[in-house]
């Protein structure tokens, strides 16, 4: 049965002080900033429309990479690294199309019995930042194997063998999905019953009690929610910037001694000169740094803001706003994860030349 307005109520209807304090405290009450209504309309715009559309295109532009990676084989240890970055792309951008499913009325609004604004927690959002992660230690790695290489070209060979290359991306994808695990400790799906809507759902079932889960939550917040992101974002951006300040370097001394005759190949080689092809690739490094860098600030901005703003966090009173921010960086990854194939085909010859072949263009741009 509706309950009766509390200006109604049989036991305050005699008091019209009571009335009055009890519709200021419910006019004073916080109010999110976003509420449930707006914020479903919101979401399905960003997550469910426009994210959504620029991740069925990240998908097919990743399983075009994977293909033309494994058909130039690993001659070029980086060729590695770059495919475990599109297969981890493109895993990322497989979960957060179900997400963005669930944002969707056909879904949401369906009766497949399940809350669908939990379960895309548990089995499409938290999954994709896993992946996002893993594609931040890629992007580390292969900026630091390129540092090396403007720095130490004579050693670079030696130090990142194609061995070595298959054995850090391995590390590197299960470290990550070990130490993320930590969220999945406090529960799962399971059914539950919800009393606002009268039904047993599939939704988030917890297996500990609160005093367990505030120390397993404590322990995932501290290992994937800070030290990962964190760590990795910072890696990036120190690595890229060595990297850039190294290849000009390069370029100043290059430019500085191009009157000078170089007496030979190896001579040159010892003295530390980049060939051009390294330095392509070193560029090409630096524009897929960049991104990755652009891509993930709002990620960084949201998370200090949550530091600083105490009503700003997942289960707080602005917990649809911390949602529609998530969205927006969600689709700034999902950008980053799918644009590289225009770095690639702009910067990498060999590239170019195994994607025109692929798709049988090479001929028809030839006679042009």
């Not at 297969?87 to 199309?97: F, K, P």
């Not at 529609?324 to 225009?342: G, K, P």
């Amino acid at each position: 049965m509706k309950p009766s307005p509390i200006f109604l109520s049989d036991s305050t209807a005699g008091d019209p002080s009571m009335n009055i304090s009890s519709i200021l405290e419910d006019l004073t009450m916080p109010k999110p900033v976003i509420n449930d209504e707006l914020y479903f309309y919101l979401m399905f715009i960003l997550q469910g429309t426009v994210c959504q559309a620029i991740t069925i295109f990240g998908i097919f532009t990743n399983i075009i990479n994977v293909i033309i990676f494994v058909k130039q084989g690993f001659s070029d240890t980086i060729n590695v690294s770059l495919l475990a970055l599109s297969i981890s792309d493109l895993s990322s951008l497989l979960l957060i199309m179900w997400t963005n499913l669930c944002f969707s009325p056909a879904i949401r609004d369906s009766n497949i019995p399940m809350v669908t604004t939990e379960v895309h927690l548990i089995t499409g959002t938290w999954p994709h930042i896993v992946f996002t992660r893993i594609t931040g230690w890629i992007t580390a790695f292969i900026s630091l194997e390129r540092c090396v290489c403007v720095i130490q070209p004579l050693k670079v060979k030696t130090m990142f063998t194609r061995k070595r290359h298959v054995i850090a991306m391995v590390a590197i994808f299960t470290l990550t999905m070990g130490l993320s695990s930590f969220g999945y400790i406090p529960g799962g799906l399971g059914w539950k019953f919800y009393p606002d809507r009268n039904k047993t759902l599939i939704g988030i079932a917890y297996h500990l009690g609160e005093d367990g889960r505030k120390y397993t939550d404590a322990v995932s917040y501290a290992i994937s929610g800070i030290f990962m992101p964190i760590s990795c974002f910072l890696s990036v951006v120190i690595l890229t910037t060595i990297l850039v300040v190294k290849l000009n370097q390069k370029m100043a001394w290059r430019q500085s001694n191009s009157s000078a005759v170089i007496q030979s190949k190896q001579k040159s080689t010892s003295d530390g000169v980049v060939n051009s092809k390294e330095r392509k690739i070193a560029k090409m490094v630096v524009l897929m740094s960049v991104i990755f860098i652009a891509s993930f600030l709002p990620a960084v901005i949201v998370f200090f803001t949550g530091i600083i703003v105490p009503t700003f966090n997942y289960d707080k009173l602005d917990r649809n706003l911390v949602f529609v921010m998530m969205s927006l960086t969600n689709t700034a990854e999902v950008i980053n994860s799918s644009v590289n194939i225009f770095i690639y085909i702009r910067m990498s010859s060999k590239y170019r030349e195994t994607f025109l072949k692929l798709f049988k263009l090479k001929t028809t741009v030839n006679n042009r």
